[in-house]
């Protein structure tokens, strides 16, 4: 078979970088999902197979077997198109590196809200769905569909100092 047959596409979610920049009123750049932000996300892809071409990558909040979307969250950017991705290859959606190699921040982001009202460790279970064509035989017109899925946390509350040095009301 490995003689014979074309490999096709095998997509998959590898990790993420949250950018919550305080160039956005209401972000506090901590990193860290807080209540009221507006959240860039950044994803790493990996094709474990077969060229993969025409890329697209979608992100929806939806716990398993919940019949509606996350309530707290809305999507701006909820697709990003990563072109192709090699066999065996990882991809992002652009992510931005300073003189020293750091990830500061992503080209192309999946953005999203969290409502003001969200509760204090409520979990954000997304969802990344990959679509791709088979790049390598021009005679295969399949859509090869993917998901893979990962949670994240939202902080609620007064942020506190490290050092607190006088009386705080």
Excluded at 27 to 43: F, K, M, R, Y
Excluded at 121 to 143: K, Q, R, Y
């Amino acid at each position: 078979k490995a003689l014979t047959e074309v490999p096709k596409p095998s997509l998959s979610y590898l990790k993420h970088y949250l950018f919550d920049s305080t160039d956005r009123a209401g972000n506090d750049g901590d990193g860290i999902v807080d209540a009221g932000e507006t959240i860039d996300l950044a994803l790493v892809i990996k094709n474990y197979w077969g060229m993969a071409d025409n890329v697209d990558v979608t992100l929806s909040a939806q716990a398993r077997g919940a019949v509606s979307p996350d309530p707290y969250v809305s999507f701006s950017i909820p697709t990003v198109n990563y072109g192709g991705v090699g066999s065996f290859n990882e991809d992002d959606n652009g992510l931005i590196y300073d003189s020293e190699q750091l990830i500061t921040g992503v080209n192309m982001p999946f953005r999203f809200t969290v409502a003001e009202n969200t509760p204090n460790e409520h979990i954000i279970p997304l969802v990344v769905t990959m679509t791709a064509t088979n790049g390598l035989d021009p005679n295969d017109s399949s859509t090869y569909t993917t998901t893979s899925r990962f949670n994240l946390i939202v902080q609620r509350g007064r942020e506190l100092p490290r050092v607190i040095d006088s009386d705080a009301a």
